[in-house]
């Protein structure tokens, strides 16, 4: 397995796809409500693990601060990444760091529909411009090479994939507007406003005749009272139809938190 390090391997780490808003099951219900908590102060942790050339898992974590205001009908909702923290080598580390480096501390604005079913990013080229200022800034102190490498592949993107990487994490944490959740199933265990809900996928990790299969799991632990997601975790298997086993190459855990 191709251990997560360059600056290809940044990108991999915010840019979680999500299915589009019609495939949304849980949105459609009159037991979720969107009503977040106005005026709180949340920490909104992603982690990612991911398989290393020594076959251990390399973690990967984004810390956000997160407050909701009401804004007219909707609401608004300020996201500040104010960290990454890391397990992995030292090198796969600073190519992370070197791709988020211009948002970390960067607040960025989001507007909500009054259902969550829309999220929309204010002012993205502000957000962009700002975030070349500090790629120039970095070229300044020394490291220019790598400052323009980051701003070459930034340039590149184009704009809506560029903003979709950044919004990921927030369209996640929003249950109206996460398409990734195709149904609301309780398990056990589900108490109070709490809703599990889980879905299991099954795709090809690779072509070919030899293509080993990958057995995708998700659950999402929804707050039906507020629509948020507080917690999410996305496990990649490698299955072996041979031994009925598999192995784990790539975990994601999403916690939400109020901050007392």
Known sequence: MTP???????????????????????????EVAFAPPV???????????RVGRDGALINFSLIYALQWQRIGRGYQLAATLQRIDSDAPPAVTR???MMLQPLVGEEVVYLVAPDGGRIDLVDPEGLWERASARIQATGAGGNRAAA??????IAALPADERDRLVTADVRALVGPANGA???????????????????????????????????IDHRWVVD??????MHERRQSWIADPASDGRTLVEERVRALELVQ
């Open 95 to 97: 190519a992370l760091t």
């Open 148 to 153: 323009q490498q980051l701003a070459a592949l």
């Open 4 to 30: 997560l390090g360059g600056l290809g391997g940044a990108l991999l780490l915010i840019a979680q796809p999500l299915t589009t808003p019609g495939d949304m099951a849980i949105a459609t219900t009159e």
């Open 39 to 49: 005026g709180r102060a949340m920490v909104y942790r992603v982690t990612t693990r």
């Open 181 to 215: 959740i195709r149904a609301a199933r309780p398990t056990d265990g589900t108490g109070g406003t709490l809703r599990t809900i889980a879905k299991v996928e099954r795709v090809s990790a690779a072509a070919g005749e030899n293509a080993a299969p990958l057995e």
């Open 224 to 229: 039906t009272a507020t629509g948020l997601v």
